[in-house]
């Protein structure tokens, strides 16, 4: 049977997605063809139907689960981002969470291409957010982007070291509290974080 090109384009956002989640949750080496393809509920020789190479689709993973973090970050300010970013829930949440925390050292060991998603990913946050980085009157130009930096630095750094003990660590808690307080604290007024 024919599929029509609605139907393959819906196919390919859902392989897509599919990925996304998977390659959070796994990393990108932990993913292979077969098993994604299976996941989303297609056969192994479908994939090649949809894309050039498993590194085409790990960049459009990427830029997909990038531009839905954005999208969520645009409609908060930068105590929110912090309220939302460090945290356990975030922590836990692999497969949902940030593309940045869950696969930036992967992307490191990657094709320029991936590299250049991660980097236009990281550039549209900055952007977002940097214009929201609470300055005084007297701040230089580009001070709120050069703050996001050091706090968004900080935040996915927070992430990936927590995500790097065990699920039950005490450390992997008092990673998130410090670094939650000290961004907070960090904050033009030195706001107090809210409860995680």
Known sequence: MR?????????????????????????????????LMAAAGFTHGGFYKHFGSKADLMAEASACSLAKSLAAAEALDVPGFIDVYVNRDHRDGRGSGCTMAALCGDAARQSDDVKATFAAGIEHTLQTLGDKYPTGPDAAPGEGRRKMLDLLSRAVGALVLSRACPDDSALADEILEVCRAQMFASLPGGEDAPQA
């Open 3 to 35: 599929v029509t090109k609605a139907q393959a384009q819906a196919n390919r956002e859902h392989i897509v997605e599919t990925a996304s989640e998977l390659f959070r949750e796994r990393g990108f080496d932990g993913v292979g063809v077969s098993d």
